[in-house]
């Protein structure tokens, strides 16, 4: 595929989104208003995805459901309650690239990293290290050192932290893989993000869970952001567990629902070690309430608790809108998408702007993480008054991530122009 050409004109950037295939689902999103009444420019979707439009009515479904129906809203509602969380597993099943069987939405993402640690950390003497990438989210980096140690390790040996090489700001995809290699034997779990939060950069999982098996590690990556942004192909690319949540590229909501990925090969493994609790019990015997714990086969078994119907239900309209799309074309478009605004960004003057994200596409999902010169305290606020949502993570880095399902080529054009305004100044 040769590499798209991009003009900065304005005729240019409405060519752009009137050729969209996509433009229509910008249409099922209430949309962030700025302090002039017209929509913002929401390029913080990596961070919480704005409201489909269909939420409301599918969160107030149930609403009336319960009032109507009280506890037979869980057998008679018009969604019943006992199997709601069905209706997303298909849809989150090719979000991801899985099989329905090795899916299920519960929980939120790092109570089930936990719950999957549980089952697929199982350190011994010889073999009991994680390795993480060094700039992991903080959340991941707290949930596997508190694993070591709750197994009787110290975190400072147990855990190994990838770190770019001096003066880089990202892993070198083949000093992943070498690492993986020469720890392999001590290593009981790698455990990376698919899209670090920070750098906008996307590790290949499929080489990454080849080398690891291959030394006899587990494999876990977590998908907070590569969910709905990433075209993903768990179940062929056969890590052994992968978490993530929904309120980012997913749209589910503030606080919404997380899901899980086990992989079918162990589908059916009572032996495995598990945090049990009722709804992951066989649904046909569920409700005779024996003491003995019978797990459903794949994901669904790792489930504890009923699940909350609100939430699932403002999820389901995100969901409904992924299967209507396809990762396939939002993938398509999203290239293009940040690949106009890192064409804008490089004709800014000179030494205003590093991308830290890498260049090359494969490696790097909707985001892109900028590194300003000077103040960029001062900058936030020049794009919030023109409008612009993005966010800042100290000391220095602004990301800026446009989501394919609602974001335009405009709206990307309009940032860099506010840049452009303040580089300028
Ligand atoms: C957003 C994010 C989290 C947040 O965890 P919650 O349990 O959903 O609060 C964790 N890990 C990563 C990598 C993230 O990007």
Known sequence: MTPPVYESSDAFVLGLDAQDPLRPFRDEF??????????????????????PRKARKYVQMEMEDWERLGVEGHVHGRHPWLPYHELLTDQVARVV??????????????????????????????????????????SDQYAVASQARFHGYDPKEAIIRLEPREGEDTLRPEDILEAVERHGKEV??????????????????????????????KVGFDLAHGAGNLKLSLHDDGPDFAVWCSYKYLNGGPGSLGGVFVHERHARSPELPRFEGWWGHNKATRFEM???????????????????????AALRASLELFDKATMEALR???????????????RLPAGFVTITTPRDPKQRGAQLSLRFKGEPRRLLQRLSTA???????????????????????????????????????
């Open 188 to 217: 009981a779990l790698v455990m990376m993000g698919s899209v670090n939060y920070l750098t906008g950069q996307a590790f290949d999982l499929r080489a990454i869970t080849r080398v690891a098996h291959a030394q006899g590690c």
């Open 332 to 346: 398509a478009k999203s290239e293009k998408l940040t690949g106009f605004m890192e064409f804008l960004l490089d």
């Open 30 to 51: 209430l949309h962030v208003a700025s302090a002039s009444g017209a929509p913002a420019v929401y390029l913080a979707g990596n961070s919480l995805g704005i409201q």
């Open 290 to 312: 024996g003491p003995t714990f019978d797990p459903l086969p794949g994901a669904e078994g790792w489930q504890l608790s009923n699940p909350p119907i609100f939430q699932l």
């Open 97 to 138: 690239g899985a099989q329905p069987l090795e899916v299920v939405v519960m929980n939120t993402l790092s109570v089930n990293l936990h719950l999957m640690m549980v089952s697929f950390y199982r350190p011994t003497r010889e073999r009991f290290k994680i390795l993480i990438e060094g700039g992991a989210f903080p």
């Open 387 to 425: 409008g612009i949502i993005c966010d800042f993570r100290e000391p220095d880095i602004i990301r800026a991530a446009p989501a394919p399902l609602y974001n335009t080529y405009l709206d990307v054009f309009r940032f860099v122009k506010a840049l452009e305004a303040h580089a300028l100044e």
